[in-house]
């Protein structure tokens, strides 16, 4: 699909942009009713946030992360090219909006918080309650 787009290489080193694809994090339950949703920490595990940002230091990296629920994450934000939330969308919608062939339009439904004591502080029967998100709710791009 992104060789249509641009020439594939296998190391990062050698690529001009990386693409990366996220989905929000969440802790797995074991029990059967509650493995059907996802729930526990918005926050990536530090492993898993160690590589994500490794490869933002890197490269010039257009981050796209499936927001089926709000995320912690101000450090990729912060280094990432661009930055795309997505509720589903192609592979090839995502790279058409990323090389221009389409344009990228829509505003967050919820805001994205700075950190887990924020939303730990936060009030769970008010809505966008965690005063200082990194992008609040509504923000994005005009319709």
């Known amino acids: 699909m992104a060789a249509a787009y641009g020439e594939v ?3 990062p080193a050698d690529a001009d942009l990386a693409v990366l694809r996220l ?9 059967v009713f509650e493995s059907f949703f ?21 490269v010039p990296t257009l981050v796209c992360i499936n927001l089926e629920r709000a995320a912690v994450i101000p450090e990729i934000a912060e280094r990432a090219a661009a930055l795309i939330a997505d509720y589903g969308a192609s592979d090839a919608a995502l790279l058409d909006v990323a090389f221009g062939r389409a344009a990228a339009e829509g505003r967050l439904p919820f805001e994205l918080p700075r950190s887990m004591a924020a939303v730990a502080a936060s009030r769970p029967d008010v809505p966008n309650d965690t005063h200082d998100p990194v992008f609040p709710h509504g923000h994005g791009l005009a319709l």
């Open 38 to 58: 996802h729930s526990g920490s918005l926050a990536f595990p530090e492993p898993e946030l160690a590589a994500i940002l490794d490869l933002l230091d890197r």
């Open 9 to 11: 290489v296998a190391d």
């Open 23 to 31: 989905r929000t994090p969440y802790e797995p339950r074991g029990n």
